[in-house]
Structure formats: C-alpha cells, structure tokens
C-alpha cells in the first residue's frame, strides 16, 4: 500500500474494518473528513489502482477492498517492518514487547511461546 495518499489508506483501513461501505459511510467514518466529491475522487482512483471493487445496489455503489483483509495485512507488516525495523522481526516485536503499554495475558505468552516453537521446527538448521 506505498503507492497510497494518507487519504487513500484512510479509505482503504475503513473498507477493511468495515468489509464493504458506500461513499457517505466512507466519508462518515473518516476523521477530518473532505468534501463528498473528494471522497468519490478518491475512490474512483482506487477503482484505478485497482485497490477496491464495488457492486452497484440500486442507485449506490457498495465499495470493497479488493484483496482480502489477511493478505493486505501481511504486505502492511512487512512494509512496516522494511521500513521501520530494517526487516527484522526481533527488532519490531522487541519494540512492541518492552513498551509498558504493552499487556500481555498468560493465554496470549503460551501463543507466542507456541508460535514460536513452531517457527523453530520449520526453520532449516545452518549447515544441514
């Protein structure tokens, strides 16, 4: 999503959130929303950019985002992480873990700890 404005991705986090939402709902969600012909024009270039879809339902058209929810997440990560922690993971989930703002639930250290253990199953060993 690097070849968004602020405004497109705006756009484009409500959809997600929202699954689907016409112009007005659009505009009705964003924060320091512009003017309703804005919020068209900027949907129609993400009809160009092929960013979003939409079905016509009577005289509205319902905009959704075209890729799934899941896999533009992946591909926000890994921009966030190219971008912000120079690719590494240990870096981005340090930052995150040793923020005091961060609360973690025993359930959800047992996750990590899984996912983790995982992780290191699947990972080829150096020199095998």
């Given at each position: 999503m690097s070849d968004f404005s602020r405004r497109e991705r705006q756009i484009l986090d409500i959809l997600f959130a929202a699954e689907e939402a016409t112009a007005a709902q659009i505009r009705e969600a964003m924060d320091d929303a512009p003017a309703d012909a804005t919020v068209r024009t900027l949907l129609r270039v993400l009809l160009e950019k092929e960013a979003v879809t939409y079905r016509k339902e009577g005289?509205?058209?319902?905009?959704?985002?075209?890729?799934?929810?899941?896999?533009?997440?992946?591909?926000?990560?890994?921009?966030?992480?190219?971008?912000?922690?120079?690719?590494?993971?240990?870096d981005a989930l340090a930052a995150h873990l040793t923020d005091p703002k961060t609360e973690l639930d025993e359930?959800?250290?047992?996750?990590?700890?899984?996912?983790?253990?995982?992780?290191e199953k699947q990972t080829p060993k150096k020199g095998s």
């Amino acid at each position: 999503m690097s070849d968004f404005s602020r405004r497109e991705r705006q756009i484009l986090d409500i959809l997600f959130a929202a699954e689907e939402a016409t112009a007005a709902q659009i505009r009705e969600a964003m924060d320091d929303a512009p003017a309703d012909a804005t919020v068209r024009t900027l949907l129609r270039v993400l009809l160009e950019k092929e960013a979003v879809t939409y079905r016509k339902e009577g005289k509205r058209f319902v905009y959704r985002p075209r890729k799934r929810k899941s896999t533009a997440g992946k591909s926000a990560l890994k921009r966030v992480l190219n971008v912000f922690y120079d690719g590494s993971i240990k870096d981005a989930l340090a930052a995150h873990l040793t923020d005091p703002k961060t609360e973690l639930d025993e359930e959800t250290v047992a996750e990590l700890k899984a996912l983790i253990e995982t992780a290191e199953k699947q990972t080829p060993k150096k020199g095998s």
